[in-house]
Nanobody
Framework: QVQLVESGGGLVQAGDSLRLSCAASGRTFSSGAIGWFHQAPGKEREFVARIPWRVGGTIYADSVKGRFTISRDNAKNTVYLQMTSLKPDDTAVYYC???????????????WGQGTQVTVSS
């Protein structure tokens, strides 16, 4: 089992920045990826970004390219999502998830955190 705990959400104004953290514990993968997804009220869960757990490149949704940066600290078993130039449309619950693949689809992720709320006011 892999346990994932997100933190760092909050209420900010448009244009502000936030950094989300995802701390992993338990059985961690030697391969695969950690992804961030978000779900706004009344909408489907959407992919935001993912990073391989060991080596490899990052992938971002078009809506966040140039504004969000995903990174990892393997020594701390933690993945971060640095969010800048936040917009009201970024308001959602943000989840991190772990996959044994390098995919970007939610169904490819077996383990999920409880989520952290990000609210961006205009």
């Amino acid at each position: 089992q892999v346990q994932l705990v997100e933190s760092g959400g909050g209420l900010v104004q448009a244009g502000d920045s936030l950094r989300l953290s995802c701390a992993a514990s338990g059985r961690t993968f030697s391969s695969g990826a950690i992804g961030w997804f978000h779900q706004a009220p009344g909408k489907e869960r959407e992919f935001v970004a993912r990073i391989p757990w060991r080596v490899g490149g990052t992938i971002y949704a078009d809506s966040v390219k140039g504004r969000f940066t995903i990174s990892r600290d393997n020594a701390k078993n933690t993945v971060y999502l640095q969010m800048t130039s936040l917009k009201p449309d970024d308001t959602a619950v943000y989840y991190c998830a772990a996959s044994q693949t390098l995919g970007v689809a939610g169904w490819q992720y077996s383990y999920w955190g409880q989520g952290t709320q990000v609210t961006v006011s205009s």
